[in-house]
């Protein structure tokens, strides 16, 4: 069973920074594509950020120059620091995992973390 665990959302102002966490298995640390999306209220499910096994980078949109992806090999984590936020960053923010990258940015025969809240204030 795919186990991702989130953890580091929370409440700031404008401005303010979060690192979030997402904890997973050496098993899909190693061998499954990573990264994270956002889904604020009424709208659809996006992805924000992912880096490959070999430490390549991708974000999207306006999170660019503002979100730093990144992987713990010792500890089998996942993080996106969230620096710079706005209140449009407001979402719940969720880990992913996929085995390949087509399937991640797809959404299809991929895993979710359980979510965790990230709310900004202007």
């Known amino acids: 069973q795919v186990q991702l665990v989130e953890s580091g959302g929370g409440s700031v102002q404008a401005g303010g920074s979060l690192r979030l966490s997402c904890a997973t298995s050496?098993?899909?640390?190693?061998?499954?594509?990573m990264g994270w999306f956002r889904q604020a209220p009424g709208k659809e499910r996006e992805g924000v950020a992912t880096?490959?096994?070999?430490?390549?980078?991708a974000y999207v949109g306006d999170v660019k120059g503002r979100f730093t992806i990144s992987r713990d090999t010792a500890k089998n984590t996942l993080y996106l620091q969230m620096n710079s936020l706005k209140p449009e960053d407001t979402a719940m923010y969720y880990c992913?995992?996929?085995?390949?990258?087509?399937?991640?940015?797809?959404?299809?025969?991929?895993?979710w973390g359980q979510g965790t809240q990230v709310t900004v204030s202007s």
């Open positions: 880096v490959t096994r070999d430490g390549i980078t």
């Open positions: 992913a995992a996929a085995r390949t990258a087509g399937d991640w940015w797809r959404r299809q025969n991929i895993y």
């Open positions: 050496a098993y899909i640390y190693n061998n499954f594509y």
